[in-house]
């Protein structure tokens, strides 16, 4: 399936781009996490502690486990700091 | 029940006025402003980063959440987003309800929900460094106090 997946924050700055479209098979968020931490060096950091990361699927806030059957778009970014 | 996201500044007092006016039975209207604050004495600018698709939608549930939780009559949000400067005003709640206490309560929980629920990132700039604000602990903290808290 065709994915959009976001970045923001120093994810973002990490990673080294705001936006992509992948083809993936994962079937969670963990999975997909898993091929994006193997593909280059700047995933690699962004990723290395995945409990300084948030994930929104679908534009709702979602979890490691989250399933991506049918969805269009993962999110991810750092804890949030509005207000 | 209002959630804006807007870079562009916004006038404090007509959007207070406005919000009164539209509730009639309210006794009490509580308002919170958040300012760029400058604790080091050197920074430039305060940047806000949000989720453009996601934003407006979690102000909305948070602001329904508060409204269903203390009765309020209305709630307003204003968030901004950008580049802006210590002093300037990055975002306001207001509440509106009978009595202030549930007025005071709905203006809170907003405040710590949108404080780690709302997709907003700030970075702070100075000329030497530049940082993206670490949430706290004590964040979270708040919101499992609100849900431990019994139903009124």
């Known amino acids: ?83 | 029940m209002v959630a804006r996201v807007q870079e562009a500044a916004f006038d404090f007092s007509a959007e207070v006025n406005t919000f009164q006016a539209k509730v009639k039975s309210a006794g009490a209207l509580v308002t919170f402003t958040g300012i760029v604050r400058d604790d080091s004495g050197s920074l430039d600018h305060m940047f806000i980063e949000h989720y453009p698709a996601m934003t407006e939608a979690a102000l909305q549930k948070i602001e329904t959440q508060a409204i269903a939780k203390f009765g309020l009559e209305d709630a307003l949000v204003i968030h901004r987003y950008g580049m802006l400067t210590p002093g300037e005003t990055i975002m306001m709640v207001a509440t509106a309800a009978r009595h202030r206490k549930d007025a005071f309560a709905g203006a809170d929980y907003l405040m710590d929900y949108l404080k780690s629920r709302a997709p907003f990132w700030k970075k702070e700039i100075s000329k030497d460094h530049t940082e993206w604000v670490q949430s706290k602990a004590t964040d979270e903290a708040a919101l499992a106090a609100w849900s431990r808290e019994p139903e009124a």
């Open chain 1, 1 to 83: 399936m065709k994915l959009n997946i976001l970045y923001f924050a120093w994810v973002r700055e990490r990673v080294g781009h705001s936006q992509e479209t992948v083809e993936t098979d994962a079937a969670t968020v963990a999975d997909l996490v898993v091929e994006l931490l193997q593909r280059d060096e700047g995933c690699a950091a962004a990723f290395a502690d995945m409990s300084a990361i948030c994930v929104a699927v679908d534009q709702e806030l979602g979890e490691l486990t989250t399933h991506l059957k049918d969805s269009y778009e993962v999110a991810f970014f750092p804890p949030m700091t509005g207000g």
